[in-house]
């Protein structure tokens, strides 16, 4: 019975566990997030809602070990993420996929270079890089256009360079920062289908959206922040 | 890859800003050839003083009678000078320097001037006895034992002790030495405020560039190497040109124009203008990189 029941102990170890988490910034009146406890299990895709001013961005910063919390414990993949020293920061965020509203994609370089970019500087060859980074554009769909730099994209194309980038290490993570907020219904909708398809390959999605159109079509997993706290933690939730 | 990748991005980043870059390398060069010159002339002081120490003597000259009140000095007063410094325990050597000898030294020391020579007869020149003693530090013990001949009766017209010429000079020297070592200070915070303001430049200018590594998770030094190669690869273009100066400095002023007072300088030998390259630069490396880095620590956050 014992040997039996370890390692399933093992596999539903959360991913991401923040406890008791309250981060007050600098000379703010109210912390932005106030005791907050949440734990998100591996192969989860989980929406974090509320709205502007809720403290959900503020999950992300400290989930990248930006910021550090004023109270609480996060752990990440099974590494407490508060009390890391710095120079662990930049192999932790190594196992972290990260997509944001503004893409963040370098303009002087083309698709192909801004996602070996991220393979380069941490240390990989133009070898694993010429292997690598077809792939995974294929698999974004834009097998093609390798070759356009970003002003020669769309949104939407641009976002999914992003989302390449952010996937080509094979992260255990994926965080999404309203990764949508850009981008017109129907070019939404496709870099969620995106996701959903990198979280089927078993990594873990945290997003965090004001978008009610897509959170209620997902029907995954829904916190809802208001002020600072947890006011909903719902399995297959739909939005307000 | 990442090497060329680093040295790519030095390249870029010096060329991008090259008018703060040249700026950088001349306020260096000028700080760095200041530093240098001061560490010769410290150098220097020390092998004058062991030259001169070692050459240092303590003249009695005898009264040559110029003057209505003072008398020339008579044969009975040398012999007595010469018997006591012949029994005198603090003397290791002495000679006598009658006038042929002092009027040759004289027409030596004022080559430049051959109207004075010409104009000087030897009798003018006092005789001297020139004592060597064996431990240079007794001089005012032999000085003291001495001071009772300066008068009429004892010949003599007075003693005197090279060193404390010579500590006119080094004194002298040691203020431009101060004076060179305070100036290439200054120029050292103005270039280091120059190192920090171009890696700022530089790191916003890349910022983009930085903001994607760190959200990759790309290892600091690896971030901040290319800006801290930049202001280290300007030092040491700053200490080559720093030391080129130094080297001219030496052919052209000491081994030329002031060539005819090696005697009184003594030369600077290669060796020590040398030992300036990997000194200067080994200095500007450590000081541009650490002073980079600490900028960059502040300016580039994890």
Known sequence: MVLAFEPRRVDFRPVIALEHVTKTYPKAQRPSLSDVSVLIDKGEFVFFIGPSGSGKSTIIKLLLREIQPTKGKIMVNGREVGGMRSWRIPHFRRSIGCVFQDFRLLPNRTAYENVAFALEVIGKTQAVARRVVPEVLELVGLGGKEHRYPQELSGGEQQRVAVARAFVNRPLILLADEPTGNLDPDTSIEIMRLLDRINRTGTTVVMVTHDSNIVNQMRRRVVEIESGKIVRDQPRGVYG | ?302
């Open chain 2, 1 to 302: 890859m990442r090497f060329k990748y680093v040295i790519n991005e030095v390249m870029v980043g010096l060329w991008r800003n090259v008018t703060m870059t040249i700026a950088m390398i001349i306020t260096m060069a000028v700080s760095l050839t200041l530093l240098g010159a001061s560490l010769l002339l410290y150098k220097q002081v020390d092998r004058m003083k062991d030259a001169y120490s070692q050459n240092a003597e303590v003249s009695l000259f005898f009264r040559v009678g110029d003057t209505e009140e003072t008398k020339h000095a008579t044969p009975e007063q040398k012999a007595a000078i010469e018997n006591a410094l012949a029994s005198d325990p603090l003397v290791s050597q002495y000679w006598f320097e009658d006038k042929t000898e002092a009027y040759r030294k004289f027409s030596i020391l004022f080559a430049s001037t051959p109207d004075l020579v010409e104009l000087t007869k030897s009798e003018d020149l006092p005789e001297s006895y020139r004592v060597k003693l064996k431990d240079p530090s007794t001089v005012p013990q032999f000085e003291a034992k001495y001071e009772q001949y300066v008068n009429d009766q004892g010949g003599l017209e007075l003693i005197l002790d090279q060193k404390k010429l010579l500590e006119k000079v080094f004194s002298v020297l040691g203020s431009l030495q101060k004076l060179a070592l305070i100036i290439s200070i200054v120029q050292a915070v103005a270039a280091l405020m120059l190192v920090i303001n171009t890696i700022q430049i530089a790191a916003y200018s890349k910022r983009r560039e930085v903001a994607v590594m760190k959200l990759v998770g790309a290892s600091n030094w690896f971030i901040q190497a290319p800006f801290v190669l930049e202001a280290v690869s300007a030092g040491l273009i700053g200490a080559v040109i720093a030391y080129g100066t130094l080297v001219l400095a030496k052919i052209y002023i000491f081994d030329s124009a002031l060539a005819p007072l090696t005697s009184v300088l003594t030369e600077v030998p290669w060796t020590n203008v040398n030992l300036m390259l990997p000194v200067l630069g080994a200095g500007a490396a450590l000081i541009s990189s650490i002073t980079g880095w600490i900028a960059l620590r502040f300016y580039i956050k994890v």
